[in-house]
């Protein structure tokens, strides 16, 4: 194939070419069938750049399609995954007896000397207190219950 049909074709495509140019062209490709399929790729050339493409071979369709036809189909129930609730709940146990004896045992990482294990009880021993009854002062309660008020000034 020539060099000028295949510049004559990238023409036709791109509409370069006048009316009587591309009669003649347009004839010679319903004769040749070489140009007809160079045709083809040109224009699926032109479709990928403009990114329109959607075009795909018949045969290479028609070869999935059996592919797909022909492969057995299995029916297998799913396996199930593994759980690791288990693992979970063994971690987390052992987090909480960590923190736990943490906590507790808060005096045993200290540097200063404790007395754990030491419990003393002091108990006060109760008093006796014998109290004599006097008439009540009226006016010393009522100093009690209402202090006298008192006046304070501030000096420069």
């Known amino acids: 194939m020539n060099d000028i049909y295949k510049e004559q074709i990238s023409s036709l495509l791109d509409s370069e070419l006048d009316t009587s140019e591309t009669k003649s062209l347009l004839e010679l490709i319903e004769r040749d069938e070489m140009l007809g399929s160079q045709l083809d790729r040109y224009a699926l050339i032109r479709e990928a750049l403009n990114n329109d493409v959607s075009v795909q071979q018949e045969s290479f369709l028609l070869n999935v399609q059996t592919a797909v036809l022909a492969e057995p189909t299995i029916f297998e129930p799913a396996q199930k995954k593994p759980s690791n ?72």
């Open 85 to 156: 609730k288990g693992y979970i709940g063994v971690a987390l146990a052992a987090s909480v007896a960590i923190f736990t004896i943490v906590i507790a045992d808060m005096s045993l990482f200290s540097t200063e000397p404790s007395n754990a294990g030491l419990t003393v009880a002091i108990q006060k021993e109760p008093v006796e207190v014998f109290v004599r009854e006097e008439p009540l002062d009226e006016e010393l309660v009522e100093t009690i219950r209402r202090p006298p008020s008192q006046l304070a000034t501030f000096e420069r």
